[in-house]
């Protein structure tokens, strides 16, 4: 299973991207992909797998524990308490 990162601070996040060629997928991209498949991990507990679909035709399917995912959505939820506030 792919481990996870968090970074919540995210501008310069990746300055090894810096002088490296790289596919940025804008708001003219297809949709990113999510589906939470359950007993996907080993352990019996669900996983996430996370589609994009690139410009050239290609598909990156990427996979991680459904807890890290989560914890994600915690940790940016917890950054910005008021991120659905005005909505």
Do not use: C
């Amino acid at each position: 299973m792919i481990a996870m990162t968090i970074n919540l601070d995210g501008d310069n996040a990746w300055p090894d991207l810096r002088d490296k060629p790289f596919i940025h997928l804008g708001n003219a991209a297809p949709p990113i992909q999510v589906a939470v498949i359950d007993r996907g991990m080993a352990s019996g507990r669900p996983s996430v797998a996370i589609r994009l679909d690139l410009p050239d035709g290609q598909t990156v399917v990427a996979e991680t524990t459904a807890r890290l995912f989560v914890s994600a959505a915690r940790g940016i939820e917890a950054r910005y308490p008021n991120l659905f506030d005005g909505d």
